[in-house]
């Protein structure tokens, strides 16, 4: 399988702002930050979409959203934040290694975009 760019970052072949990292996921400021915090939450087992993920994953699952709310806490933004996963050419994903977006420091509407 090729190597995605995210798993270049999580073996640091290339830079990143690196926020947070355990045994399982590292987090990294967004390149284009859609908001003034905007912070990807990514699994070091490179699975390409959400739909990829099985029971085996539901830890893991489990584990990158307890990530997210932390890290936002972390910025001073846990009562306002936005958390998004695309899943999908469609649905905006334009990197294949699953990963969750974390938006914060504005004001967000809804529906979304
Ligand atoms: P998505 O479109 O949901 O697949 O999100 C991919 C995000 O990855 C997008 O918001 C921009 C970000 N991104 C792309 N390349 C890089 C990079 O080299 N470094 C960092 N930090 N972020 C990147």
Not at 40 to 47: D, E, I, Q, R, S
Not at 75 to 99: C, K, M, P
Request: glycine fraction near 8%; aromatic fraction near 6%.
């Amino acid at each position: 399988m090729t190597e995605t760019l995210f798993k270049k970052i999580i073996d640091r072949k290339i830079p990143a702002d690196i926020v947070y990292e355990d045994d399982d996921c590292l987090a990294f400021r967004d390149i284009h930050p859609q908001a003034p915090v905007h912070i990807l939450v990514v699994p070091k087992k490179p699975l390409p979409k959400l739909v990829d993920a099985t029971d085996a994953d539901s830890t893991l699952l489990g584990h990158l959203l307890l990530v997210a709310g932390n890290i936002a806490r972390q910025e001073g933004h846990e009562d306002a934040f936005r958390l998004v996963i695309n899943n999908g050419a469609d649905a905006g994903q334009s990197v294949f290694h699953l990963h969750c977006h974390i938006l914060a420091g504005r004001p967000f509407g809804w529906p979304p975009g």
